[in-house]
T-cell receptor, first 115, second 117 residues
Framework: SQTIHQWPATLVQPVGSPLSLECTVE??????LYWYRQAAGRGLQLLFY??????ISSEVPQNLSASRPQDRQFILSSKKLLLSDSGFYLC??????????????FGQGTRLTVV | AQKVTQAQTEISVVEKEDVTLDCVYE???????LFWYKQPPSGELVFLIR??????QNEISGRYSWNFQKSTSSFNFTITASQVVDSAVYFC??????????????FGKGTKLSVIP
């Protein structure tokens, strides 16, 4: 069965520090991978998605970047965090092929607080 | 561009009452998929249901039921005899194929449901 791992679960970082959140998927190959952010009391905002190794699409200009060094690994990074980067970050995957198999499965999320 | 609107930001009901969560979507694609997710206080999103654009048959799963109407671009979610464990934020989402193996998944802003004992 497929599983998705996301870590760390919680993170408190000072303003200006770097960030690296990691997400890995097991049990599937060539998934579409997504990073979402959920600010307090708000909905899910798509940040990045990737259909393959080295391929990243950015939905919103921001202080963040993403990379996909391996098929089942998706990393969210920042060189210098801002207070506004605080939020709940969710990684998700969707099967990359086949109509109908398009539900997204989410990791447990990382609650980031920038202080 | 795709859009999902959940007009109800927060709803409170007393336990055992029925409650309907509204979802209205916009897309120009003729093939698309609609979803409902539940986000309990723990934060993880839990997949509840998927509906494709060619299947307007309503679905019932225990206390949950979904009403998909293409004519009004709505995909509403009803919980019958609500329970305290139903308290969560519920998200409606829309997925369309955007080519090259990529699906664009758009979420509504969510409806926070509080079930009061």
């Amino acid at each position: 069965s497929q599983t998705i791992h996301q870590w760390p679960a919680t993170l408190v970082q000072p303003v200006g520090s770097p960030l690296s959140l990691e997400c890995t998927v097991e049990g599937t190959s060539n998934p579409n991978l997504y990073w979402y952010r959920q600010a307090a009391g708000r909905g899910l905002q798509l940040l990045f998605y990737s259909v393959g190794i080295g391929q990243i699409s950015s939905e919103v200009p921001q202080n963040l970047s993403a990379s996909r060094p391996q098929d089942r690994q998706f990393i969210l990074s920042s060189k210098k965090l801002l207070l506004s980067d605080s939020g709940f970050y969710l990684c998700a995957w969707v099967r990359g092929q086949g109509l109908g198999n398009t539900e997204a499965f989410f990791g447990q999320g990382t609650r980031l607080t920038v202080v | 561009a795709q859009k999902v609107t959940q007009a109800q930001t927060e709803i409170s009901v007393v336990e055992k009452e029925d409650v309907t969560l509204d979802c209205v979507y916009e897309t120009r694609d003729t093939t698309y998929y609609l979803f409902w997710y539940k986000q309990p206080p723990s934060g993880e999103l839990v997949f509840l249901i998927r509906r494709n654009s060619f299947d307007e048959q309503n679905e019932i799963s225990g206390r949950y039921s979904w009403n998909f109407q293409k004519s009004t671009s709505s995909f509403n979610f009803t919980i019958t005899a609500s329970q305290v464990v139903d308290s969560a934020v519920y998200f409606c989402a829309l997925s369309v194929y955007s080519g090259a193996g990529s699906y664009q998944l758009t979420f509504g802003k969510g409806t926070k449901l509080s079930v009061i004992p």
